[in-house]
């Protein structure tokens, strides 16, 4: 069974250029989780989907940045303009279902904003 | 809100030795969930240990397993005969009790641990 899938890997842009990260989590599981690691420190909960629907955005920085889940099945996340700290490692997550607590994490995908 | 420590950057063990990565959390909650996660490099993070909070007992998982002293709110690490394998950074995270579909993690800044040969 595939696991989660997060791509690109890597991704430098200049500031105020665009990026979207996209997320394919593990068939099958409703929840789909964004979090970011940024400058070491701890990671950092972003947002959590239930299927299509945002189940809590709570930790979005700003409207700079929009995450979508389009049929409940892969999700992309899209800052747009980037500023320099925006730059981190994003990470994905997935999990099955109700009181499911164990989370299935992607690589992350290391954005670079210069 | 609840927030977690972990208060050793990094940490180094000879291979065949046993370690002790630290965690403490703070969180006024008395029902909740405690992990530690492995994050090899440049690989995914994984889920190394649960804990739950009203189980009393300590987790175990092979050669892992945690020292949960839920009145001093600490949650520490233990890797027994460590392998080269073991190098990675780890984390500590707390999850509120699930409600309705799972529930967002909160981490610890992270451990790097290297594992000497």
């Known amino acids: 069974e595939a696991g989660v899938t997060q791509f690109p890997s890597h991704s430098v842009i200049e500031k105020g250029q665009t990026v979207t990260l996209r997320c394919d989590p593990i068939?099958?599981?409703?929840?789909l989780y964004w979090y970011r690691r940024v400058m070491g420190k701890e990671i950092k909960f972003l947002l959590h989907?239930?299927?299509?629907?945002?189940?809590?955005e709570s930790g979005m920085p700003n409207n700079r940045f929009l995450a979508e889940r389009t049929g409940g099945t892969y999700s992309t996340l899209k800052v747009q303009p980037a500023e320099l700290e925006d730059s981190g490692v994003y990470f994905c997550?997935?999990?099955?279902?109700?009181?499911?607590?164990?989370?299935?994490f992607g690589q992350g995908t290391r954005l670079t904003v210069v | 809100a609840q927030t977690v420590t972990q208060s050793q950057p990094e940490m180094s063990v000879q291979e065949a030795e046993t370690v002790t990565l630290s965690c403490t959390y703070d969180t006024s909650e008395s029902n909740y969930y405690l992990f530690w996660y492995k994050q090899p490099p440049s690989r995914q993070m994984i889920l190394v240990i649960r804990?739950?909070?009203?189980?009393?007992q300590n987790a175990t998982e092979n050669r892992f397993s945690v020292n949960f002293q839920k009145a001093a709110k600490s949650f520490s690490l233990k890797i027994s005969d460590s392998q080269l394998g073991d190098t990675a950074m780890y984390f500590c995270a707390f999850m509120k009790h699930p409600q309705e579909y799972g529930n967002k993690l909160v981490f610890g800044a992270g451990t790097i641990l290297r594992v000497k040969s």
């Open positions: 804990q739950e909070a009203y189980k009393q």
């Open positions: 997550a997935s999990s099955l279902g109700l009181w499911n607590t164990e989370a299935f």
């Open positions: 068939s099958g599981h409703d929840n």
């Open positions: 989907f239930v299927k299509e629907s945002k189940q809590d």
